[in-house]
């Protein structure tokens, strides 16, 4: 079975820091794999998405992801990180079924 | 451009009562569309998925129902509702195949007393 692993629950970090959220997935072919960011009370909304090609992808709000084929991760990354980014995210693969698979989710704490 | 739509936004239901949440997609034709609920702390857990008019997949068994009776209209129902049905209910929209982005709703806060 397909599974998402996001193995932070929280992470802290200071405004202006950097930031790195960690997603492994399990699929034997090579998967579609999305990052979405949810604000409290609030849907989701899509960061950014990797089908192919080129494995690092670039996103809204200024996030990036990279694809690593051969450690099964997609992890989420940002250079600086405004309080406005305090969220939860949670990465999602899709093996090519109607049903996506999603992780638990990591919530992300900006300090001032 | 496309818009999901979720009424109520907020829910207040006493057990035993029934529950209507309706979700309405503008803008697009033959969506596929999920229900999802967020217990709280927790992350997604699929409900239902429909894939065409009258086509309704249940991903857990429970005291919940779902219905599809226009291509762009999804219905998350039950007969009677329990204290452990509290939670955030979130409906999404995709096309084509699960390869596609899902488009959320803005969720609907339902708290059973």
């Known amino acids: 079975a397909q599974s998402v692993t996001q193995p932070d629950i929280h992470i802290t970090v200071s405004e202006g820091a950097s930031l790195e959220l960690r997603c492994n997935y399990s699929y034997g072919a090579t998967p579609y794999l999305f990052w979405y960011v949810q604000s409290p009370g609030q849907g989701l909304q899509l960061l950014l998405k990797?089908?192919?090609?080129?494995?690092l992808v670039q996103g809204i709000k200024g996030f990036e992801a990279e694809f690593k084929r051969s450690q099964s991760s997609f992890n989420l990354r940002k250079p600086s990180v405004h309080w406005s980014d305090a969220a939860e995210y949670f990465c999602a693969q899709s093996g090519g079924s109607y049903i996506p698979t999603f992780g638990r989710g990591t919530s992300l704490i900006v300090h001032p | 451009s496309q818009t999901i739509h979720q009424w109520p936004a907020t829910l207040v239901q006493p057990v035993g009562s029934p529950l209507s949440l309706e979700c309405t997609v503008e803008g697009t034709s033959n969506p596929n569309l999920y229900w999802y609920r967020q217990a709280a702390g927790r992350g997604l857990q699929l409900l239902f998925y429909s894939v065409g008019i009258g086509q309704i997949s249940s991903e857990v068994p429970q005291n919940l129902s779902a219905s599809r009776p226009q291509d762009r209209q999804f219905i998350l129902s039950s007969k009677k509702l329990l204290l452990s049905d509290s939670g955030f209910y979130l409906c999404a929209w995709a096309s084509g195949t699960g390869v596609d982005t899902q488009y959320f709703g803005p969720g609907t806060r339902l708290t059973v007393l």
């Open positions: 990797y089908f192919s090609g080129d494995t």
